[in-house]
């Protein structure tokens, strides 16, 4: 079983930054893919940006430029640095690990953007 914590989240005005981190611990074997999601109230939970093992990036349209996802493999953490936050970028952040088991989620963490 893996579990997942993050850290990082906040209030920051618009233009500001936070920095997001997820620490994976448990029974690791492989966590091919370790990623981002959000998710407002009453929405779906939607893909901010992941990461494979091997470096391998994607990002959400909206937030490509401006966010930048990253992982320490011996550490089994991912980051997450996102920069020019827009008060959209409001939502809780969750982070995600694929591994043999199927799929882990974090707790989230939120992040709130001021106008």
């Known amino acids: 079983q893996v579990q997942l914590v993050e850290s990082g989240g906040g209030l920051v005005q618009a233009g500001g930054s936070l920095r997001l981190s997820c620490a994976a611990s448990?029974?690791?074997?492989?966590?091919?893919?370790m990623g981002w999601y959000r998710q407002a109230p009453g929405k779906q939970r939607e893909l901010v940006a992941d990461?494979?093992?091997?470096?391998?990036?994607n990002y959400a349209d909206s937030v490509k430029g401006r966010f930048t996802v990253s992982r320490d493999n011996p550490k089994n953490t991912v980051y997450l640095q996102m920069n020019s936050l827009k008060p959209e970028d409001t939502d809780v952040y969750y982070c995600s690990a694929d591994h043999m088991g199927g799929r882990s989620w974090g707790q989230g963490t939120q992040v709130t953007v001021s106008s």
């Open positions: 990461i494979t093992s091997g470096g391998s990036t």
């Open positions: 448990g029974i690791i074997s492989n966590l091919w893919r």
